[in-house]
C-alpha cells in the first residue's frame, strides 16, 4: 500500500509539472521559462523535476507527449494499403483535429506552444528533431495517400507526389497557426473543409464542396 501510494503521489506530481510547464509555457515563452519557476507553478521542488526529466527538453517532449497533436495520427491512417478511400480518411482525421483544436484548451494549449512559443536553441535540438520528424512522416504518408487515391482514380498529378504533399501539410498547419494567432478571425473547421477540397480539386481530384452556411453566403452577398 505505500509503495502504491508513494508511486501515485510521483505520478501526481508529475502532472503537475507538466501542467505547470504548459502555462508557463504558453505564458512566457519556452526559453524565458525556468525549471525553478515550473517548479514553483507546480508546488514542487526543483528537485522534483531532475527526478522526473533530464532537462528542459526532456520535460517539453513529455508534455507533447501527452496529447495526440494535429496532424500526427491522421496521414498514418490515410497512407494504409487497405483504406477505400483515402483522401476521405484524411479530410476525417483533419476535421477530427481541427474539431479538437477549436474544443480541446489542452490540445490548443500544447499546439500554441510548440508552433509559436518555442525556439530551436542548442538545449533544444531534441525538441527540434521530435518537430522535424513527426513533419517529416506526416508528409511522407500524406504523399502516400495521394499517390494511392491517383492510382485508384486514374489520375496524373500535376506535381510530383512529394511536392503535393508538401503542400497539404502547409495546408492544414498553415491554417491552424493562423486560427491560433486570431481564433475569431475565421471559423477553422468549414474553412479547413473548402480549403482542403479546392486543394484536392487543384491536383484534379473531383470532390463536391460542402454547401456554404446560409448566413455567410448572405453576407458574403452583401459585401
Not at 476525417?92 to 481541427?98: D, F, P
Not at 510548440?114 to 504523399?143: G, I, P, W
Request: charged content about 20%.
Amino acid at each position: 500500500m505505500v509503495a502504491r501510494r508513494t508511486k501515485e503521489e510521483a505520478l501526481a506530481t508529475r502532472h503537475r509539472l507538466l501542467d505547470a510547464a504548459e502555462l508557463l509555457f504558453q505564458a512566457q515563452g519556452v526559453s524565458q521559462t525556468t525549471l525553478q519557476q515550473i517548479a514553483q507553478q507546480a508546488g514542487a521542488t526543483r528537485g522534483a523535476i531532475y527526478w522526473h526529466f533530464k532537462d528542459k527538453a526532456d520535460l517539453f517532449n513529455a508534455m507533447m507527449e501527452r496529447v495526440i497533436l494535429p496532424l500526427e495520427a491522421t496521414p498514418r491512417a490515410a497512407a494504409a494499403p487497405g483504406v477505400d478511400d483515402p483522401l476521405a480518411e484524411i479530410e476525417e482525421g483533419m476535421i477530427h483535429a481541427l474539431t479538437l483544436m477549436t474544443t480541446d484548451p489542452q490540445v490548443r494549449r500544447v499546439f500554441d506552444v510548440a508552433t509559436h512559443k518555442v525556439e530551436y536553441t542548442h538545449d533544444m535540438a531534441s525538441v527540434q528533431q521530435r518537430h522535424l520528424d513527426a513533419r517529416n512522416a506526416c508528409v511522407t504518408d500524406f504523399e502516400k495517400a495521394l499517390r494511392l487515391a491517383a492510382r485508384r482514380g486514374r489520375i496524373k498529378l500535376p506535381v510530383p507526389g512529394h511536392v503535393a504533399a508538401q503542400g497539404l501539410h502547409a495546408l492544414i498547419s498553415g491554417l491552424i497557426q493562423n486560427w491560433l494567432l486570431d481564433p475569431e478571425a475565421f471559423d477553422l473547421v468549414p474553412t479547413g473543409r473548402r480549403t482542403f477540397r479546392v486543394y484536392l480539386a487543384g491536383l484534379g481530384f473531383a470532390r463536391p464542396q460542402p454547401a456554404a452556411p446560409v448566413a455567410a453566403e448572405a453576407e458574403a452577398a452583401a459585401a
